[in-house]
């Protein structure tokens, strides 16, 4: 299973969109794709158009009460791309996390019982705020992407997000696999926007994802006509840059092993 949060502490840097636009483009492609929506505020649901059934438990149930997430799993209008939509109870999910044991790990712990895992990705959106819900969208993937703006609050916030990230992995003993810092509404035409690109090449180098997505207002007309901007404007600079970062996680992850074949096959 490949899982990836995308997750800022600074809002409104492209976390939703990012996901929910590369968790389509995978289906697309022919993968499996299982989109997580940890946000209350349910815009992940919303741009996939998820109507959560009223009669299936929800992530809170499949959380706190029963760790069955499967029940509270919905289709989408794409047949690969399957959705843990928000729902009214994301607001009172984190007060009820705190009296659970355990309580940061348990969408993981949820997940891994899942086998065998019949997704090719998870991909996870979560706000920017941090409380438990924050913790469970981190231990659940071992990917980070970090969407920044390219302004100077977004490169000056990324310090405290670290400084997080590294107080994080000692308290907890977790640790990414990977953290790519994802550049999002770059205009190479603004002197400002290249010089905080080039402040992040230097200092963030190794996290630094090597393709940006380029700022376009497609992005908004298509939530408008409630579409996923590649199918609204497959022509346009999102949706190729969108193709650019998809090509370049397939490149990063490593291949999904078939469970019909031993790991190791190549060995020999
Ligand atoms: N590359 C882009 N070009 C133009 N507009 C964009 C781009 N990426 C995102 N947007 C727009 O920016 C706004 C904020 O994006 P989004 O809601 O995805 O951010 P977020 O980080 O999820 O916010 P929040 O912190 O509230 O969850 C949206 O209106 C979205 O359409
Ligand atoms: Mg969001």
């Not at 069955?68 to 999910?93: C, F, G, M, Q, R």
């Not at 380029?214 to 999102?238: C, G, H, M, Y």
Request: aromatic letters at 10%; proline letters at 9%.
């Amino acid at each position: 299973m490949n899982a990836i949060t995308f997750f800022n502490l600074k809002g409104g840097t492209g976390k939703t969109t990012l996901c929910s636009s590369l968790g389509w483009l995978l289906a697309e492609e022919g993968h499996s794709v299982l989109m997580i929506d940890l946000d209350p505020q349910g815009h992940l649901t919303q741009s996939l158009q998820g109507r959560p059934d009223a009669g299936k438990p929800s992530l809170y149930y499949s959380l706190i009460q029963e760790p069955t997430l499967v029940k509270s799993i919905i289709p989408t209008t794409h047949p690969n791309l399957s959705l843990i939509p928000a729902t009214e109870d994301h607001l009172y999910l984190n007060t009820a996390l705190m009296s659970q044991p355990w309580p940061e790990w348990k969408l993981k712990d949820a997940l891994s019982v899942m086998v065998p895992f019949p997704y090719d990705w998870v991909m996870i959106d979560v706000g920017a705020s941090l409380n438990l819900i924050t913790f469970n969208a981190l231990f659940a993937a071992k990917t980070l992407i970090i969407p920044v703006l390219p302004d100077v609050f977004s490169y000056l916030s990324l310090k405290t997000l670290f400084s997080f990230l590294e107080k994080t992995n000692r308290d907890f003993r977790y640790d990414f696999k990977m953290i790519w810092i994802l550049m999002n509404k770059l205009n190479n035409h603004r002197p400002s926007d290249r010089e905080n690109r080039e402040a992040l090449k230097k200092y963030y180098q190794k996290f630094l994802m090597p393709v940006a997505v380029r700022e376009d207002p497609k992005f908004s007309e298509a939530i408008k006509n409630q579409l996923p901007v590649t199918t609204f404007a497959p022509q346009s600079i999102a949706a190729r840059d969108l193709k650019k970062v998809v090509h370049f996680l397939k490149k990063v992850f490593p291949p999904t092993p078939s469970p019909d074949k031993p790991e190791f096959e190549n060995a020999n």
